[in-house]
């Protein structure tokens, strides 16, 4: 987060906190920029924000005052878990999916719809020299030693990261993947055969329900709280009644609502897994991105070696090198040989370039800023959903990831909005996408991954129109 | 090929025509060099080759000589096309390939069961260098652009090549893929569904029967000569028998028989599909591999997009950049969604650097010296088999690739030899791997992609001696 840019936040904190009110002059750009030490143009900056969200007006001669309508009161929150039927039912979502992503996937759409962060927001200089630096020391025969599991330095650098959740991972167990998105897709050839149930939340991310689908699997959406996760209880009932060949959740900033499991809750998931005997598949790929405190992963509580920890490069640090990896004890053998069957190998110096990132690199400082960044985005997208979009719209405020889960008022059909906004040049994700059973037509998934600009206000405030007409 | 190894095949040659007989004496150092223009210490390395060889002898201050005893005759290539069953079978083989493949997957042992070509013949310092300038300049939002299907500039470098063989093809029908491997696995997806059956050559490449065991297919293997590739008139019988889903051949250098298809061949195979509407997948990953003419793929008598034309530079340019691509103006879109399920992506940066190097490097002098490096190699590797291993031993001549396809006299059992070797630190690849139904127990394939050393040629030399016990 810059300057101007954390000035602005705290100001508006201030206000929305009743510490400033309405009408009430906000210091002078002069006196602001002296007692903070800043450049005036950064204060300028700040206060060009603020009037942008409609939190300041200027008054010609005089200076900036606190609007005097009030800001936005921020929406409720989604607080009812969902209710899914219990069936176990074959996917068919796929073509939906396309249809929905291929129309919006352009540079110049505003992506609220959008599965990625800005890529921005990612050290790529730094990593492009990470890169050039290990392409032009490769060593040949690494082209063959770092097939697949992959690269032993990548795997311990990796291996360490779990440390710090004090979990303890033999480097061993780690098969590098391209991206997450193959890891998973590992893990399902691993442990599914077509025809079996794999037990999700519900709502969930649509490319886990493509990929049952594509493995001819039957989804088993499992009731989740929007705040906490998915339902233990109702996962076991689930169990007992659909003998699921696994099951498939999101730990962490679950993909779309956002929710996270606390340590107990994963700690008591560990359990239900071990006295099930069932394998969990841990998509995991948002963990990095947390505001408050370091989530760990199911896999900390897991002494059975039931849980196969998938995770990436591609949302917290290198977008685009498609470097991912799964962790699993007593399934690294078999993932291995699946990787050799279905593509044999992940990119090797780019593999090489993350491992020397990682260990000479600046992961961490990324991180607090990428975190921030999206923290600060996470705000400026809410108060203007707040100020947009008609009354009884909730929104999820998620501690960690980049997506908001928007549960609309009334009639609501989000598929239609979405086709309008689609035709705009604003892209969504409607609810229906994160449901075999098509649920949550009402629903609507916003990415506030990008900045928050003048393009992605414009865009809200028009859709606030339509859902207010 | 240096300037020795060029002198020492030619002097070979001269003996094996009969040219320079028994006894006869070499120019002496001093007149080759002058005659030749090339240094002594170049001649004297020819002489020491042909020495090493057995074919030419150092008489002490005198000279060299061709040896009294005359080098070994070339071995009589495999005759007789297979005659598979006729079976439409489901593929039951992965395990037994892992088995054999991980036992002997190490540096330090002799690869003559590897699957690929030594890391030293590929310009991996040019290749660095690209891959350093596009890290380094990497537009970040390529990150999200270049994803699926692929760099733009990648795929109009790779529509250009093939322009060589006068196929046009749009850049738009090409998906860039990780490696060939997952565009055959994307083909697989796009063309199949379980319990269906797919045509395969007999022999075949076990990652292919890998493949179709993965996706639940059953394996049809067809009749094929071992030059001139499989025989459509038992195809065309096999397609009206078994009405399979696709079939899947490599028409260039085919993995393990060397065999490849002439251009009548070809088209008549480009008319039988369109007849039959029957799609091909064609592995074509060994073409750019060629020693004599440049061989088309069956994709340029394709009129009606029944061909799904697979490729990668993984063998002829970057190892362990898994890069790869399929190009199917019928299917593209399909295969696009596909990866998308699949992998998502391939590496943004490593596409960006080998587009840059097609564009502005030297790749066809880089294959020019890989391809006479593999045809020297293909003499050396042949000629000690000659000298080594018992008679009635028939040797491939393949035009072009990296491998040997051997039918062993007697009741040799290539998967004993193949354990008995591993564990002299040798690897093989028995024929079994080869064939669904384990025929081919007395064949063996072997790699001659890496310089043909003292290592190679002691680890033959102890093969011979076992196969003759």
Redesign the interface.
Known sequence: MKRYQALAEELARSIRTGLLKPGDRLPSVRHASASRGISPATVFEAYYLLEARGLVQARPRSGYYVSSTPPPALPAEPETASQPDGQSRPVEI?ERV?QVLESTMH?DVVPLGSA?PS??Y?P??K???A???S????D????????TPGNAELRRQIALRYLIDGVQVDPREIVI???A??AL?LCL?ALTR?GDTVAVESPCFY?AL??LE?H?LHALEVATDPREGIDLAALETAIERHRPAACWLMTNFQNPLGSAMGADKKRALAELLARRQLPLIEDDVYAELYFGARPAPTRAFDREGWVLHCSSFSKALA?????GWVSSPRYARQLA??K???????????QA?LARYLERGTYDRHLQHLRRSLQHNQGQYTDAIARYFPAGTRVSRPGGGYFLWLELPGGIDTLALQRRAADAGISLAPGPLFSASRGFRHCLRLNYGHPFDARAEVALKTLGQWLTE
């Open positions: 796929s396309f540079r990625f890529p921005l990612f790529l200089d990593l492009g020299r890169l050039a630096a392409a032009t020391a490769l040949p025969w690494s082209t063959v030693d770092d097939l993947s391209n991206g998105m193959e897709n050839s077509p490319a493509q990929a594509q001819g977008p685009g090198y498609r470097i040989r699946q050799l069957i279905s593509t044999l190998a992940t990119c090797v110096p780019a370039a």
